[in-house]
Nanobody
Framework: QVQLVESGGGSVQAGDSLRLSCVGS????????VGWFRQAPGKEREFVAG????????YYDDSVKGRFTISKDNAKNTVYLQMNTLKPEDTAVYYC???????????????WGKGTLVTVSS
């Protein structure tokens, strides 16, 4: 089982950028598809972005498409989420999750990190 640790969260102004990192240990990201999810206060956790095992396929929720970019460095066992043009509605705890397999299946992820908080003020 891979263990996941997120970092890079913080408090920013609307329009700013942040890059989140998810580092895995105890397993090679070469075997895992990885996704980013978020949970805003009072709301359910939702899918944000995902990247396939090989890193060649990426997919995004419509709310972040064009603003967020997910990438994967298998050599560093790290997945990144570059977030540009942040909006107050992006405020949430962001979680990294991994699934042993080719693609992310949001309702069937194997391992979760503890999250990193992103706060965007207007």
């Amino acid at each position: 089982q891979v263990q996941l640790v997120e970092s890079g969260g913080g408090s920013v102004q609307a329009g700013d950028s942040l890059r989140l990192s998810c580092v895995g240990s105890g397993g090679s990201f070469r075997s895992y598809a990885v996704g980013w999810f978020r949970q805003a206060p009072g709301k359910e956790r939702e899918f944000v972005a995902g990247i396939g095992r090989g890193g060649g396929s990426t997919y995004y929720d419509d709310s972040v498409k064009g603003r967020f970019t997910i990438s994967k460095d298998n050599a560093k066992n790290t997945v990144y989420l570059q977030m540009n043009t942040l909006k107050p509605e992006d405020t949430a705890v962001y979680y990294c999750a991994a699934r042993l397999g080719t693609v992310v299946v949001p309702k069937n992820m194997d391992n979760w990190g503890k999250g990193t908080l992103v706060t965007v003020s207007s």
